[in-house]
């Protein structure tokens, strides 16, 4: 999986972000790409923002046994899967703003670094390495810039 911790890649995703237009459509899904650009930036506020609420220790067990392996694994992510709630955008959004404040997310990570996401607890399910950070990262910005062609 590329490393969205180095340059090279940091730049070639917020190129592809670059590359959206309020006009872009999407291969598969209802978000429209604005909706989209706010529900990347959900995974980043889960790290730098209490925006969201943590889930109860049950939750978060049932999240580490049964959620955990897809979103930390190299796997793509299936077309039209399931999200978690907090995810879901259902609301309208601004586009520059969502672009804007994902692009920052990103390049926020890839200054902080490797080592400080080595071992850092995730929103949901616990401690994680930094290739899980890396993976999780990469693979769900992937995913939906790819849905929407970019």
């Not at 670059?18 to 989209?36: A, D, H, I, R, Y």
């Not at 049932?62 to 709630?85: E, I």
């Not at 907090?86 to 520059?96: G, K, N």
């Amino acid at each position: 999986m590329k490393d969205i911790f180095s340059k090279e890649v940091t730049t070639e995703i917020t190129n592809r972000i670059n590359n959206l237009t309020t006009e872009t459509q999407p291969n598969w899904g209802k978000m429209s790409v604005s909706q989209m650009l706010a529900h990347c930036c959900v995974t980043y506020e889960m790290v730098y923002t209490e925006k969201h609420a943590r889930p109860n220790a049950l939750a978060k067990m049932l999240l580490k046994l049964f959620v955990k392996n897809a979103v930390v694994n190299q796997k793509p992510y299936t077309k039209n899967g399931r999200t978690a709630p907090q995810f879901i955008i259902a609301d309208a959004r601004d586009f520059e703003k969502e672009k804007q404040h994902l692009i920052a997310y990103i390049l926020k990570t890839e200054a902080l670094g490797k080592d400080y996401f080595d071992g850092k607890v995730s929103h949901s399910f616990g401690k994680l390495t930094a290739t899980e950070w890396n993976n999780s990262f990469y693979k769900h910005l992937d995913h939906h810039l790819t849905q929407f062609e970019v």
